[in-house]
């Protein structure tokens, strides 16, 4: 790899009407203060564009820009204000490809492999946020394969993969600028579900694989600074269950929690788990059926919404439990006052036939869904809704929510609904076809239904040509601000000062 460089007296309803407007002054305004675009040609191939929060430092744009002989990546420094701080070039051998990005102490990380595998080794370019110097080190690996986790710690990097079907996590240290392949891993099946690591220097890794009962459990390896194994945890599931997936938090008094979803199957889910682990390992299961919850379902229209609470307060009354099986991904846990919130998102792949007609989907309800097994190929993923979840640090859940997703379809698994905690209240966003919608809640409570404001463009008399285009990314910034990013195709036929069809990666602030 090279580089370079808010005397009568009033009526009821005066006075209702009154107490409205005063709680609604109360609730958070979305604001799109600025905006910032890069202009983009109309026939330029552009890779890997991004926008990464530097917090209080502002953002971190890059692109990969394709040409001859060799591919340069365009770096991009904005402050809080969207000001151009610095820009930097950056050349990239057209054999590299980028696997992972991310930021921590002020240090932008790019990880980038082989394209066709002809080497194992790696490549970490580190950025600096203050005046863009960067450096290169070269991760020396004999194992090909594609990094799907990038985790960076005080003094190493981790990247976790899969080779054979079989996970594994090469560990690099910055310091030595040795690597090794951590211990625990590469003899059997399973998924790598999270990397995570922790305040007081170690990491922890979570696999979900079969146990000898051959029911998916979780094994959390925990590994020093050095990347040497410290413990190993094995949660097991209760009789007739599976340990799906989990992610994992450390406390303020050394606990971990490990949130997740089990289910009678291996790949759908029937309900949330929290689980405690002491410092000896020792830990407590907690399981919480979708059906128990008081808000998953409000994701549907009213009619269907009261036939299937209809159909679980009929079952209760006969001492039985409906059974909902679904397709749940967990994004993240976050601390909140004296809590945490877990947030995931419910969705169906979506398959296309050898027929050629696309049509059935998977439905997330399976009891109420029948699917023929001919020939079929995923094409993408139809998401239904999000859920959060309030719990302490006894496993206890305290509250649930949720926030419908319309009409978002992927080609690939990622998280669209992002929590934003402000003070008693919790805001919900996501951005999909020029939109960014919203919702605010306060625990199980709904403050605000589900809103959408269009993402504002530069000029009065800009005009989106492709809602389509690829604007549906956001993401948290700092205090109370957010940002969106993407690429859209715009017509102006009255600003002079623009082009009349223009090509913008775009990036929006977002205050409250």
């Known amino acids: 790899m090279c580089f370079t460089s808010t005397n009568s007296k009033p009526s009821s309803c005066v006075l209702l009407l009154t107490l409205l407007c005063c709680s609604f002054l109360h609730l958070p305004a979305q604001n799109q203060v600025d905006r910032f675009e890069i202009e983009l040609a109309t026939n330029e191939i552009n890779l890997d564009l991004t926008a990464i929060s530097a917090a209080d430092k502002g953002l971190i744009l890059f692109r990969r820009l394709l040409e001859t002989p060799i591919d340069r990546y365009e ?18 051998a057209k054999d590299l490809a980028l696997a992972g990005s991310l930021l921590k102490d002020d240090i932008l990380f790019l990880l980038f492999r082989s394209v066709d595998f002809s080497t194992a ?13 960067h450096v290169v080190s070269t991760v020396t690996n004999v194992i090909p394969f594609n990094p799907t986790e990038f985790v960076i710690t005080n003094e190493a990097a981790f990247m976790g993969g899969y080779f054979n079907y079989r996970p594994l996590v090469l560990y690099f240290s910055f310091i030595t600028q040795k690597s090794h392949v951590l211990p625990g891993f590469y003899n059997d099946r399973g998924e790598l579900t999270h990397i995570s690591p922790n305040k007081d220097g170690t990491t922890d890794i979570i696999v979900s694989a079969d146990n000898v009962d051959k029911k998916k459990s979780l094994w959390i390896r925990n590994y020093g600074s050095k990347g040497d194994l410290i413990k190993t ?7 007739k269950k599976n340990l799906i997936f989990g992610r994992s938090i450390q406390t303020n008094d050394g606990k971990q929690m ?6 009678r199957y291996k790949e759908y889910s029937r309900g949330f788990f929290i689980a405690g682990i002491n410092e000896t390992g020792e830990y407590g299961v907690k399981y919480y059926n979708f ?14 919404e009261d036939r299937v609470m209809g159909k679980i307060e009929r079952r209760k009354i006969k001492g039985k439990k409906i059974k909902f099986n679904y397709r749940f991904v967990v994004h993240e846990i976050i601390p909140y006052q004296d809590q ?18 696309e049509f059935g989907i998977y439905s997330p309800l399976m009891y109420s869904h029948s699917f023929s097994r001919g020939g079929y190929t995923l094409i993408g993923y139809h998401y239904t809704h999000a859920v959060v979840i309030g719990f302490n640090d006894k496993g206890e859940l305290k509250w649930d929510n949720s926030f419908e997703i319309n009409n978002v379809e992927t080609t690939s698994l990622k998280q669209f609904v992002k929590a934003r905690p402000l003070d008693d209240r919790i805001i919900l966003q996501y951005a999909y076809d020029n ?22 463009l530069r000029f009065e008399d800009d005009i989106l040509v492709d809602k389509k285009s690829d604007s549906g990314q956001i993401a948290y910034w700092y205090g109370e601000h957010l ?30």
């Open 258 to 263: 490990v949130v997740g979803v089990y289910g």
């Open 291 to 304: 059906a128990e919850l008081q808000r998953f379902f409000n994701y549907m229209k009213a009619e269907r």
């Open 121 to 133: 080794n790696f490549q970490i370019a580190s950025i600096k946020v203050e005046n863009g110097e």
């Open 75 to 92: 770096f991009t420094h904005l402050d809080t204000s969207l000001n151009i701080v610095w820009k930097r070039n950056i050349e990239v």
């Open 340 to 357: 945490y919130i877990m947030l995931g998102e419910a969705f169906y792949p979506q398959y296309s036939y050898a027929q050629g007609t």
């Open 233 to 239: 945890t094995i949660l097991q599931p209760e009789p």
């Open 435 to 456: 939109q960014i919608h919203s919702k605010i809640i306060k625990d199980a409570e709904v403050l605000e239904g589900k809103m959408g404001s269009k993402i504002k």
């Open 483 to 512: 940002f969106t990013y993407g690429v859209q195709n715009i017509k102006n036929f009255k600003e002079i000062k623009v082009p009349q069809e223009r090509r913008v990666f775009f990036v929006n602030k977002i205050s409250y």
